[in-house]
């Protein structure tokens, strides 16, 4: 299986400055036919499902603010809010979609300071 | 408006089946590979199962494979999940999810349900 590793666990930020938020994959999930990165970031706020924001570690899913942006590639990836609001805590996940099973980081939280 | 309304969690004793339910909505669920991901409680998110659009292809997590089993009827419009043998790790809250691409099996999930909560006890 591949493990997803997140840095930090918790993190706290002030309005309006940036977050970022690291993951680190045990194996790449690049893949070579396609040379795209097959990972995915998720919001996850209290009492409601999981949110999806980043696919293809870059793009940005429909809706979704363009302060949230993903990079990365192979086995390390990040995910930056430019400038961080009030509706933005929550926890945050990324996911590889390489192989089954598919695996989640151990989650993110990010509150403000 | 696009929707999952999961159903059928509750109390169960180790040991015993519970079968959920997911009602999808809004949109041609056919064609779209469904999955099962699970959340137990103060953890992160587990991916459980997936099954393909037309119901020809499954995949498990090794944690409920030849416990749990995901099925669909695109008549009805719905997802379910069979949980046998239950145990006290499989407290969770679980939450359908749709594939976010046309009918393949990639593994992203745009669409949540609210999700259903399962706790096994005696």
Redesign the interface.
Known sequence: ?IVMTQSPDSLAVSLGERAIINCKSSQSVLYSSDNKD?L?W?Q?KPG?????LI?WASTR?SGVPDRFSGSGSGTDFALTISSLQAEDVAVY?C?Q?YS????????TKLEIK | QVQLVESGGGVVQPGRSLRLSCAASGFTFSSHAMHW?RQAPGK????VA?ISFDGSNK?Y??SVTGRFTISRDNSKNTLWLQMNSLRAEDTAVY?C?RE?WLQLV?????I????TMVTVSS
């Open positions: 299986d097959y995915a998720y996850h409601q499902p999981p949110k999806l696919f899913e996940y996911q979609y089954t099973p598919y695996t989640f980081g151990q989650g | 991901v992160g998110l587990e991916w997936v995949y997590a090794d939450y999810a976010r990639l593994g992203a999930f745009d949540w349900g609210q999700g």
